[in-house]
């Protein structure tokens, strides 16, 4: 049951270019989203968040988009940068919980 | 700046024994989590903590799972007979309480290796 889902699990980006990774989620219930980044051997590191109330929040060079009727949302970095490259998980909450897709990993190559 | 810590960063262990991760979470939180992530598999919730009470629980934490906040500033994962399948990261989280919505601030993690 992927309430979840990041379709891509890998992308390679040119740095300087846009990294646009996406997200989508099935339970309609679910009123904020995440993005987390994860080095190996690290925990998840939080990036960005945005309530269902929004399409859009900014912060830097991270931008998420969400589109509620289609049940997707995408984190765009811009400029991507090397030490951008890690795996980014997609994070939706529901209750008192988080329900984390599978990551997609991003290569950002100088 | 104030962040969750988790021990020991690797425990090594032998199939049937019990272990006891630690975290110590950010002080002016009031929810706890625990969360696991099986090596190659997506980060999985285990359970959510508020007021000395579990809040939400997942299939995966079953009865040989338990938590406790023994003091004011820790926050214990205990698995009571370990099975190889237990074997994964296990990180901690914890988040403010309040009317916004908050993000979850993680561990480090702790990697549990059962034999």
């Known amino acids: ?110 | 700046e104030p962040e969750v810590t988790q021990t020991p960063s690797h425990q090594v262990t032998q199939m049937g024994q019990e272990v006891i991760l630690r975290c110590v979470p950010i002080s002016n939180h009031l929810y706890f989590y625990w969360y696991r992530q099986i090596l190659g598999q997506k980060v999985e919730f285990l359970v959510s903590f508020y007021n000395n009470e579990i809040s939400e629980k997942s299939e995966i934490f079953d009865d040989q799972f338990s938590v406790e906040r023994p003091d004011g500033s820790n926050f214990t994962l205990k698995i009571r007979s370990t099975k190889l399948e237990d074997s994964a990261m296990y990180f901690c989280a914890s988040s403010e309480q309040g009317l916004l919505n908050t993000e979850a601030f993680f561990g480090q993690g702790t990697r549990l290796t059962v034999v």
């Open chain 1, 1 to 110: 049951d992927q309430q979840v889902k990041q379709n891509s699990p890998s992308l390679s980006v040119q740095e300087g270019r846009i990294s646009i990774l996406n997200c989508d989620y099935t339970n309609s219930m679910f009123d904020y989203f995440l993005w987390y980044k994860k080095y190996p051997a690290e925990g998840p590191t939080f990036l960005i968040s945005i309530s269902s109330i929004k399409d859009k929040n900014e912060d830097g060079r991270f931008t998420v988009f969400l589109n509620k009727s289609a049940k997707h949302l995408s984190l765009h970095i811009v400029p991507s940068q090397p030490g951008d490259s890690a795996v980014y998980f997609c994070a939706a909450r529901g209750g008192q919980n988080f329900v984390f897709g599978p990551g997609t990993r991003l290569s950002v190559l100088p």
